[in-house]
């Protein structure tokens, strides 16, 4: 084999094995959307008992904000999480937020309505949750959280035969095809800084997610 043609092969598999290297990456930011599973906690007392799971059929109600423990937002770790939600049975809405949010500017939290009504009162808007399973336990100080996005979950299958139909490869968030682009997206995902997580420091000595 000629120098070159070694030369042409050595760049055959360094593309094709950083290609492998990328292509996992986007399933394990895949995988980290499909689930929100951790603990919860507040400095003041708040309380939330809501679910939506698993028919779509929201029940409860609940405030919390606090900070997040575990597989959440997309990310592993420590950080800042806000829920607002209120289920009828038949309608209900969730707000939600992660990371760096900020309640005095409300189009930093994602709103949605959920539940067979939500169709015709709303809230409407862009959401990136939807349609999710949605479980928020918090009394007082502590409480857990349980969620599982079905759409992301399919997002992260699809993956692996090279469809992205949420259009999250590379970026940090999911764009889906009914949702406005609203601004350039991105062609990384970097790693969030204390700059960038949220407008409400961690305590001390959290890790980042």
Not at 8 to 36: H, K, N, P, V
Not at 42 to 49: D, M, Q, T, Y
Not at 80 to 88: A, F, R
Not at 102 to 111: F, G, I, M, Q
Request: net charge negative; aromatic share 12%.
């Amino acid at each position: 084999m000629s120098r070159r043609a070694m030369l042409l092969s050595c760049a055959i598999l360094a593309l094709a094995a950083l290609e492998g290297c990328t292509c996992l990456q986007y399933r394990a930011d895949d995988a980290a959307d499909m689930f929100d599973l951790g603990v919860t906690w507040s400095e003041k007392p708040s309380f939330a008992l809501y679910s939506n799971s698993p028919l779509l059929l929201p029940v409860g109600w609940g405030r919390v904000d606090g900070y997040f423990a575990g597989i959440g937002g997309g990310q592993v770790g420590a950080t800042c999480h806000y829920e607002d939600c209120v289920g009828l049975v038949a309608w209900g809405r969730e707000g939600t937020a992660w990371h760096n949010y900020d309640l005095a500017k409300p189009e930093t939290v994602n709103v949605q309505g959920v539940g067979p009504f939500a169709s015709l009162l709303g809230p409407f808007g862009k959401s990136t949750y939807v349609p999710a399973m949605t479980t928020y336990v918090h009394l007082g100080y502590l409480g857990v959280a349980a969620n599982a996005r079905y759409m992301e979950i399919i997002d992260f299958f699809l993956g692996w035969l090279g469809a992205d139909v949420a259009r999250d490869d590379g970026t940090r968030r999911a764009q889906w095809p009914w949702e406005e682009e609203e601004e350039p997206r991105e062609v990384a995902r970097p790693e969030p800084s204390r700059a960038t997580v949220s407008a409400k420091p961690l305590p001390p000595g959290l890790p980042l997610p």
